[in-house]
T-cell receptor
Framework: GDSVTQMEGPVTLSEEAFLTINCTYT??????LFWYVQYPGEGLQLLLK?????DKGSNKGFEATYRKETTSFHLEKGSVQVSDSAVYFC????????????FGKGTRLHILP | EAQVTQNPRYLITVTGKKLTVTCSQN?????MSWYRQDPGLGLRQIYY???????DKGDVPEGYKVSRKEKRNFPLILESPSPNQTSLYFC?????????????FGDGTRLSIL
């Protein structure tokens, strides 16, 4: 079945460091891919998405490119801030009706001032 | 403001005492879903609903019930809660089910079953 694998955390970085959180997926067909972010005490929020191969999703300085050849959707940010500390979830949704969203287990990110 | 509202946000209760967690969305979404979030396990889907009067089991439905009598509401019912249902619960909705639609999440309900 479909699945999402993302790097285990926690990831700890200093402010202004470069961030990469790896995400790979297994799916039949061509799913849509998402990154969600969960700030402390809150629900998940959509951070960015990509719906087809080579699409780049971007938001709030974060980027991720849909790589069909490597089945990956790695999240990157050039210069992280303390306010980026959160849990990040990679997810996929196949484009058929009734197909549910499959989430990775989440990666906790700590940014040190 | 478009939102998914869950109540209560926190609840401590005892084994066997029936409880209901309410979920309401104001976006006219067809699809609604319940998840539980546990350390090391990520998000697991409990039940989902493609539309009014249509509900289906997710990955971990045991011990839970749901109903979808109105489009906006999707309550989660624990008829006889047990300690293994202590968890953080999220309700979510999307315009339609599938088709690559992103989901909108509530702020969560933290349940502790003693």
């Amino acid at each position: 079945g479909d699945s999402v694998t993302q790097m285990e955390g926690p990831v700890t970085l200093s402010e202004e460091a470069f961030l990469t959180i790896n995400c790979t997926y297994t799916a039949t067909g061509y799913p849509s891919l998402f990154w969600y972010v969960q700030y402390p005490g809150e629900g998940l929020q959509l951070l960015l998405k990509a719906t087809k191969a080579d699409d780049k999703g971007s938001n709030k300085g974060f980027e991720a490119t849909y790589r069909k050849e490597t089945t990956s959707f790695h999240l990157e940010k050039g210069s992280v801030q303390v306010s980026d500390s959160a849990v990040y979830f990679c997810a996929l949704s196949a484009k058929n009706r009734d197909d549910k969203i499959i989430f990775g287990k989440g990666t906790r990110l700590h940014i040190l001032p | 403001e478009a939102q998914v509202t869950q109540n209560p946000r926190y609840l401590i209760t005892v084994t066997g005492k029936k409880l209901t967690v309410t979920c309401s969305q104001n976006m006219n979404h067809e699809y609604m879903s319940w998840y539980r979030q546990d350390p090391g396990l990520g998000l697991r889907q409990i039940y989902y609903s493609m539309n009014v009067e249509v509900t289906d089991k997710g990955d971990v439905p045991e011990g839970y019930k749901v109903s979808r009598k109105e489009k906006r509401n999707f309550p989660l019912i624990l008829e006889s809660p047990s300690p293994n249902q202590t968890s953080l619960y999220f309700c979510a909705s999307s315009l339609v089910g599938g088709f690559g639609q992103p989901q909108h999440f509530g702020d969560g309900t933290r349940l502790s079953i003693l």
